[in-house]
């Protein structure tokens, strides 16, 4: 192996949310890092993903000078409504929590963190290929990867940081069986989501369940809204002509006091659904954050959160190890993280499966389902049980 000719403290695998998030929080404490990442700039500023801002990822962004777009142009929520049996209940988080979420698409967070990465004179590498982290279980680990421009480059650092989202290749290096257990869970349906340019459904998101199956109505802006309706894993684009997706929006989300608002759809996609952990997250110098170590159904609006939250722990461990060599904080982020996300795994499935219609579901299915809604929705303490799990329990 050849000798490395770049150093830093923190080589982070990823530009997504976890990855950049942290090297903006290292950069803060004071500590260098350089982000890898094989896609260009702007396919990661490009590429639609989910749109829900828990308080405490917004609270953070502002709090560490990332936040001014969000606070500008974000869509403040304080309720969402869950639709079901033909009419609507409304969950109310700021009653019920005095907190709120955010919409702002993940792109957009993306956007403005790389715009400050950069600012900051921050190391970030697009469009760079073959990454491989070697030897993260001595005390020089290093990172080899082939640049933009096709030059091959190596890294020396001290801890390296696998933010390299559901398609890792960094999880793999904690040997499965012996160290790494993958909890998994696949479900027997996707999302079809759509953009469209149209006026807003209605101000709140609504939640609705149907027999024929769950439908979605988000927004971006004003005039683009997001909606998603549940569909077969096997579906195409090709197969949801624009009168058939308005049709069955309508069928499942219409009724008392809601009436899905039509437009021009410009974007059509079919999104992978699964719930996923990998236990631990950390082996020898390697730390997984996001979506590389867990994976949340969209149900909850989680995901993006999630990642945030793990580089919220990580940035202070790995501080505190720079600092002062106290390494407690490294060796238990495993365990300080790990029961935030099994409880928003457990949020996600529990929305999931209170909202969707299961292949073959029956009348009993469907009518315990409404109960189940009718339930948590008529209860001050059921709803508060959502709110809060919407909302997102504190970071740290
Ligand atoms: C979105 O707007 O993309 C969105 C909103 C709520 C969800 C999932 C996705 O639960």
Redesign the pocket.
């Known amino acids: 192996m050849r000798t490395p000719t770049i150093r830093t403290r923190v080589g982070i695998v990823g530009a997504g949310p976890a990855g950049l998030m942290l090297s903006h929080l290292l950069h803060l404490r004071g500590i260098d890092s350089i982000v890898l990442e094989s896609r260009s700039r702007s396919d990661v500023e490009g590429t639609?993903?989910?749109?829900?801002l828990e308080q405490n990822t917004v609270d953070l962004m502002v709090e560490t000078g990332v936040g001014d777009r969000v606070k500008a142009e974000g869509l403040r929520h304080s309720g969402?409504e869950f639709r079901f049996a033909g009419r609507g209940r409304r969950i109310d988080f700021e009653e019920l929590t005095g907190r709120s979420v955010t919409?702002y698409?993940?792109h957009e967070v993306l956007t403005d963190l790389i715009a400050r990465r950069l600012d900051d004179d921050g190391d970030v590498r697009f469009e760079v290929s073959d990454v491989t982290v070697h030897d993260h279980q001595s005390d020089n680990p290093t990172i080899s990867f082939v640049d933009k421009d096709g030059s091959e480059q190596l890294i020396a650092c001290d801890l390296v940081a696998g933010c390299d989202g559901s398609r890792t290749g960094t999880r793999f290096l904690i040997p499965e069986a012996q160290v790494r257990t993958d909890h998994f869970r696949q479900y027997p349906f996707a999302?079809f989501?759509i953009l469209a340019e149209a006026p807003q459904t209605s101000e709140e998101?609504i939640?609705a369940h149907h027999e024929r199956g769950f439908a979605?109505c988000?927004?971006?802006t004003a005039d683009v809204q997001?909606h998603?309706l549940q569909v077969d894993p096997e579906d195409t684009v090709e197969q949801w002509s624009d009168d058939r997706i308005w049709d069955e929006l309508h069928k499942r989300v219409d009724g008392e006091g809601a009436e899905v608002r039509e437009g021009t759809i410009f974007s059509k996609s079919v999104l992978q659904f699964r719930s996923f952990v990998c236990e631990p997250l950390q082996h020898g110098r390697l730390f997984l954050a996001g979506d590389s170590a867990h994976t949340v159904p969209?149900?909850?609006?989680?995901g993006m959160n999630l990642a945030i939250a793990d580089v919220f722990v990580l940035s202070n461990a790995m501080a505190t190890y720079f600092e002062t060599r106290d390494d407690r904080g490294l060796v238990s982020y495993s365990e300080t993280v790990l029961p935030r996300i099994w409880r928003a795994q457990h949020f996600s499935y529990w929305?999931t499966s209170m909202l969707h219609t299961a292949p073959g579901a029956t009348n009993f299915d469907l009518r315990r389902q409404i109960a189940e809604l009718d339930t948590v929705t008529r209860s001050a303490a059921g709803r508060t049980l959502i709110a809060e799990n919407y909302v997102g329990v504190a970071f740290g």
């Not at 639609?48 to 829900?52: D, E, Q």
């Open positions: 639609i993903r989910a749109g829900v969402v919409v698409p993940q999302w989501g998101l939640y979605l988000s927004t971006r997001r998603y969209p149900t909850g609006a989680k929305m």
